[in-house]
């Protein structure tokens, strides 16, 4: 059983489109993330949700959208997408947002906008 | 502004030797420290951790040292084992701050046979 599993894994696409990523973690844990790996390898934080609430949202562009249905999903979706959007996005998830402690990580979805 | 630094892309080492993976940060708030390991194709897994009331933790064949005074932390491996070969980022955070982590931008260690 995946602990942190995101869809798709790979995603090619035009500039322009939206596109989504989900995300579902099976751990039981309050706090969500998405993160991104820029092509210079920069692990970055996007967001986070604690128990569907928004507690951390980094300077991102407002195309980005993450929706957080119940405290096990939380999805990313995409406007408008560009190229430099092109990068390996992961979702996690943690016990406890107080501490940061240990994240458990997705598999990454790889997004390539042409 | 990059607060955590990893200035060696790559290592190589030989089976059986330490491997050591160094890590420097500029933040003086950050007082929480960990180790992932990440394969190709996989999301980073966590490995290990310190605290900055600690200056060493130790677990299997990993041991984190942190030298709060130099900002500097490294992970030792060891013996190294082919397995080990893998993408290893560092990161660091402040406790009960949020829970917002900053990575390095990874070594990729080489373990040969």
């Known amino acids: 059983d995946t602990a942190v599993s995101q869809t798709p894994k790979y995603l090619v696409t035009q500039m322009g489109n939206d596109k989504s990523i989900k995300c579902e973690q099976n751990?039981?844990?309050?706090?969500m993330y998405w993160y991104k790996q820029d092509s210079k390898k920069f692990l970055k934080i996007m967001f986070s949700?604690?128990?569907?609430?928004?507690?951390i949202n980094e300077t991102v562009p407002n195309r980005f959208s993450p929706k957080s249905p119940d405290k096990a999903h939380l999805n990313l979706h995409i406007n408008s997408l560009e190229l430099g959007d092109s990068a390996v996005y992961f979702c996690?998830?943690?016990?406890?947002?107080?501490?940061?402690?240990?994240?458990?990580f997705g598999e990454g979805s790889r997004l390539t906008v042409l | 502004d990059q607060q955590v630094k990893q200035n060696s892309p790559s290592l190589s080492v030989q089976e059986g030797r330490i491997s050591i993976l160094n890590c420097d940060y500029t933040?003086?708030?950050?007082?929480?420290f960990l180790w992932y390991k990440k394969y190709p194709a996989e999301g980073p897994t966590f490995l290990i951790s310190?605290?900055?009331?600690?200056d060493k933790n130790e677990d299997g064949r990993f041991t984190v040292f942190l030298n709060k005074s130099a900002k500097h932390l490294s992970l030792h491996i060891v013996p190294s084992q082919p397995g080990d070969s893998a993408v290893y980022f560092c990161?660091?955070?402040?406790?009960?701050?949020?829970?917002?982590?900053?990575f390095g931008t990874g070594t990729r260690l080489t373990i040969i046979p």
């Open positions: 996690a998830s943690s016990q406890d947002p107080l501490s940061p402690g240990e994240l458990f």
């Open positions: 751990l039981g844990h309050d706090t």
């Open positions: 949700y604690n128990n569907k609430e928004l507690i």
């Open positions: 933040n003086s708030m950050f007082d929480y």
């Open positions: 310190i605290s900055s009331i600690k």
């Open positions: 990161a660091a955070s402040v406790l009960f701050g949020n829970e917002k982590l900053t």
